[in-house]
């Protein structure tokens, strides 16, 4: 039996004014929604996020996600590159992805907008892309 990944994290949108940023939130939600019931790696059940003032969302929308795999470190280049295309179409200030795996420990990958937010009208994904590692082993 091969090894198990898992791979968690949040997408956060930016706080404006509350009219701009109910149609930022409902596109977010409708992006997601679109996503197929069942892929590889980025499947819409997957990814879930507060619709409501009050209930989970007081200024920003968080988009929290979370899944499990068989050995995905294997094919991270692909599992990112699905993930920056969804990145692409949403709006958002910071993203964090924590990938959990047995053999090479626990790592971080942090996306932060070069501008302090994106919008899916940008034309690149114009990002700072950082990665923690950490690892039991002491190394």
Known sequence: ?????????????WSAEAGESRLRRALNRRV???LPAEAAF????????CAQQGEGLYQSQV?????SYKAVEYE????????????????????????ET?????????????????SPSDEALRVRC????ESGLGS
């Open 32 to 34: 997601l929604a679109r």
């Open 102 to 118: 047995e053999l090479n420990g626990t790592h971080t990958f942090r996306w932060e907008s070069d501008q302090g937010y994106h």
């Open 130 to 133: 950082a990665w923690e590692r």
């Open 63 to 67: 988009i929290h996600f979370g899944a």
């Open 76 to 99: 991270w280049a692909l599992w990112v590159e699905q993930f920056e295309a969804l990145l692409k179409r949403l709006y958002w200030t910071s993203v964090v992805v924590h990938l």
């Open 1 to 13: 039996m091969e090894s198990e990944s898992i791979v968690y994290g949040r997408i956060r949108d």
């Open 42 to 49: 980025l499947g819409r059940q997957m990814f879930s996020c």
